[in-house]
């Protein structure tokens, strides 16, 4: 059985479906794939191992019927990668928001459905759609199949209550658990945890470490011994250094000002500082990190100005982490941007060359791959490491299962 155990790792969602069979057998990646505009016309992806791509315009309602379609590609067609969903041994979940319930993975039963369901507030573009995945995934396979919930949020509950409160009255935090969560949990443990085993400190005992997940949305966390004293996501993922479309932290008066000035309900006022600002709405361009960085190479000044401002913030998150942490012995680099912008890396690192950094130019060239970034007598390393939440989310659902 052991040697056999392939588990479908799921994230879903407003009107997406992605989805990984990985063989726990050498943690093989058989099938992989994407349900996208789910509820709007609907198109699926399939990519196999072995380097087959099926693409098919097909019409998925809703989720359930996106699921359908992941599993005929599996089983069927040109796709195909087993011979019977009874190969598939577990479903892991990503689930964005487990509130401060969760500090780990669990199996999906019917209280943790209601608790991600009571959460969905805190969460309202990301754990209704993981219901939907999760109710899908029953429908799909039958209710024998276990079912595992991996949270963002859970690698984040060891911080303390000092850098997890905000300083508004008490009350709201008891009544509505008004408090820091962070996000991007998973990519910040994997890419941790890869970390200590380069320092050689596998258990990550003595490490201070900082993460740096860059994409559409980013985060930073600080690490210390293997667990998260701080990071920069707050109540939402809105929270933090601007972003491709989102605000990230300002002066909350802002908000009120803004809302008062142009009449805004507070929904209308979230769209704003969720989807219409960050890089967007500072550049006018595009929220694509690549629109801007072409932008800036033609001379567009907002461009500029948008590019400056994400570094400067992310350079006064990370300062202010080296500074909590009592020092930083290494600085990682992870997602679609952090993998793959080696100017906005380098403008980060070089704001450290007072610690003793150094950064090796000709090693920093590296897109989308592991590799140490700074030059080998640097006081502080600096790496470049690729996510695998699916990986993660695929190990602690083994684990739960085996247990």
């Known amino acids: 059985m052991e040697n056999k155990m392939k588990i479908l790792v799921i994230n879903a ?143 984040h509950q060891t911080m303390p209550a000092k850098a997890y409160m905000f300083g508004v009255p008490y009350a709201y935090y008891e009544k509505y658990g008004v408090r820091r969560y962070g996000f991007h949990g998973t990519s910040h443990r994997y890419v941790s945890a890869r970390c200590c085993e380069l320092l050689g400190k596998p258990d990550g005992e003595g490490t201070r470490i900082i993460t740096c997940h860059l994409g559409n949305g980013s985060s930073i966390a600080a690490v210390k011994d293997g667990r998260v004293m701080d990071t920069t996501m707050g109540l939402t993922p809105l929270d933090g250094f601007m972003m491709g479309t989102r605000s990230g932290a300002i002066d909350p008066s802002v908000v009120t000002f803004i809302m008062e000035k142009e009449q805004l309900t507070p929904r209308q006022m979230d769209d704003i500082l969720n989807k219409k600002s960050g890089m967007l709405g500072i550049s006018g361009v595009s929220s694509d990190d690549r629109d801007i960085a072409a932008a800036v190479e033609a001379g567009n000044q907002r461009a500029k100005l948008a590019w400056d401002m994400r570094t400067y913030e992310i350079i006064k998150y990370v300062g202010g982490y080296v500074a909590a942490l009592g020092g930083v012995d290494a600085i990682v680099f992870t997602a679609g941007i952090g993998e793959n912008q080696d100017v906005l890396r380098r403008e980060v690192l070089e704001a450290f060359g007072y610690l003793g950094l150094k950064v090796d130019a000709e090693r920093n060239a590296v897109h989308g791959r592991e590799a140490e970034i700074t030059t080998a007598d640097s006081a502080v390393r600096a790496f470049v490491i690729p996510t695998n939440e699916e990986l993660v989310i695929a190990r602690d659902t083994r684990a739960i299962v085996e247990a």
């Open 13 to 155: 969602g407003s009107s997406s479906l992605k989805y990984q069979l990985i063989d726990m057998n050498g943690e093989a990646v058989v099938a992989k794939g994407n349900c996208e505009r789910i509820g709007i016309d609907g198109r699926i992806t399939h990519k196999t191992g072995d380097g087959r791509t099926v693409t098919r315009e097909v019409a998925m309602p809703d989720h359930a019927a996106a699921f359908e379609q992941v599993k005929q590609a599996l089983i069927a067609g040109e796709g195909k990668v087993i011979d019977s969903l009874s190969e598939v041994s577990a479903i892991g979940h990503r689930v964005v928001q487990g509130g401060a319930k969760y500090d780990r993975s669990v199996l999906i039963d019917e209280e943790v459905l209601r608790d991600i369901e009571r959460y969905a507030s805190l969460a309202p573009l990301h754990n209704p759609a993981h219901i939907q995945g999760i109710n899908a995934a029953t429908a799909a396979f039958g209710k024998e199949i276990p079912q595992v919930a991996v949270f963002d949020t859970a690698f």
